[in-house]
């Protein structure tokens, strides 16, 4: 269902338009597969090991610097994800 929500407009200042006023950049967003995740929930994926093979042996020690740290949560959450997965 369209909704008036999935429509993003934002100025763009660098460009003018066909009669010398202002323009916009608009962008509509098909939201059925967005989601809104918990703080805990972003800092438990970003400190999950899991697709870093690349040399990014720093990234949990990196995220910690914008992202809220959740040791509790952390924990429980790996131990969850690892009965889940079985190892």
């Given at each position: ?17 066909d ?57 429980i ?7 889940h997965?079985?190892?």
């Amino acid at each position: 269902m369209f909704n008036g929500k999935n429509i993003l407009v934002a100025e763009n200042p660098n460009r003018i338009n066909d009669q010398g006023g202002r323009s916009f950049d608009i962008a509509l967003v098909d939201w059925t597969n967005a989601g809104w995740y918990p703080d805990f929930w972003e800092f438990f994926r970003a400190a999950s090991p899991m697709g870093f093979e690349y040399g990014e042996d720093d990234w949990f020690w990196r995220a910690q610097e914008f992202l809220q740290v959740w040791p509790a949560k952390l924990a429980i959450m790996r131990m969850i994800d690892k009965d889940h997965r079985g190892y």
